[in-house]
Each structure stands twice: as structure tokens, then as C-alpha cells.
């Protein structure tokens, strides 16, 4: 029997970023090393350094790095999304930006 052929592992069959450079260079950013993430969330360091390794990670560790680490990476990847992506709108957002436009015409009278 022929092994089924899997299209998320060659590259370019999908354009999502690899997620173990992207939790490696957040790291990086944010001056965290493999070994405060994992005692954060109680793991070897093993383990996180073979994060840095996958290119895809399941949602929960994804969601778990960031509330151990305090960053919402979720919205870092959303931002990855390619261009003109329909992302769902922020509604408070939304509505912050014409409590802004309001102010802004106030100011200009």
C-alpha cells in the first residue's frame, strides 16, 4: 500500500507561516529565552527548543505560550494573514475609531 501523500508538508502547498521560527523570533523579541518559556509553562527546555523546530503546533500550545509568556501571539498571527484576507472586525475597535472621528470634528469647529 502507497503512504498518502501529504500536501501540508511540501513547501509552498500552504501560505502559512512556520510557527517555530515565528514563537523563536517573538522569543527573540520579547528577550525570552527557550528556558523561561519553559518554566513558565512547565515544560523542559527540550521541548520548547523543539518547538522552534515545527512548522505547524497545535492551537493549544500555541494558546498555553501565550498566557505563560503574557503576549497574544493569536493576533501576531493573524497578522499574517496575506493581503486583502477578510479578518473579522475588532467591534470595539470600531467603535473606538468613530469615537476618534467624532473628536476630531469637534476639534476642528
Known amino acids: 500500500m502507497m503512504s498518502p501523500i501529504h500536501t501540508h508538508l511540501k513547501p509552498g502547498a500552504h501560505p502559512y507561516p512556520h510557527i517555530g521560527r515565528f514563537i ?4 527573540h523579541e520579547l528577550h525570552i529565552t527557550a528556558a523561561e518559556a519553559a518554566r513558565r509553562l512547565g515544560v523542559s527546555t ?3 527548543q523543539a518547538y522552534y523546530k ?3 503546533l497545535q ?3 500555541i494558546f498555553k505560550l501565550s498566557i505563560a509568556l503574557n503576549y497574544d501571539l493569536l493576533s501576531d498571527l493573524i497578522s499574517s494573514y496575506p ?11 470600531a467603535d473606538l475609531e468613530k469615537e476618534v472621528e467624532i473628536l476630531r470634528g ?3 469647529r
Open 83 to 93: 493581503p486583502n484576507f477578510p479578518v473579522k472586525p475588532n467591534e470595539k475597535l
Open 54 to 56: 515545527q512548522p505547524s
Open 24 to 27: 523563536r523570533q517573538k522569543f
Open 46 to 48: 527540550s521541548t520548547v
Open 106 to 108: 469637534l476639534l476642528k
Open 59 to 61: 492551537f493549544g500550545i
